[in-house]
């Protein structure tokens, strides 16, 4: 069993940066893949980032590419993702995931992931 706790959301403007972080109890993340997902009121969860268990490559959806940046503390348990230039298109509840999926197309589906977080808010204003 993985128990998930995300923190760091907030109410922003446009063009400023949060950093989310993601604390694991129960067991270490290094064992498991580990991703940020959002959903937006009326959407459905949407694949943001993610490190994989095997040697902890990191993907991120398009939309995310050159603005944010996802990490990986060991010694903490936790995993961060640091987020700049945010957009109004951003605001969502962010949810942080644990899972053993590690391809390229089963990283990013929501379903292959077991555990999750209760979600923290992040509003960017325009």
């Excluded at 064992?31 to 694949?47: C, I, L, N, V």
């Excluded at 010694?75 to 999926?101: F, R």
């Amino acid at each position: 069993q993985v128990q998930l706790v995300e923190s760091g959301g907030g109410v922003v403007r446009a063009g400023d940066s949060l950093r989310l972080s993601c604390a694991a109890s129960g067991r270490t993340f290094s064992t498991y893949t580990t991703g940020w997902f959002r959903q937006a009121p009326g959407k459905e969860r949407e694949f943001v980032a993610a490190i994989s268990w095997v040697g902890g490559a990191t993907y991120y959806a398009d939309s995310a590419k050159g603005r944010f940046t996802i990490s990986r503390d060991d010694a903490q348990n936790t995993i961060n993702l640091q987020m700049n230039s945010l957009k109004p298109e951003d605001t969502a509840v962010y949810y942080c995931g644990a899972g053993v999926a590690n391809t390229l197309t089963t990283i990013r589906r929501a379903r292959e992931y077991d555990y999750w977080g209760q979600g923290t808010q992040v509003t960017v204003s325009s």
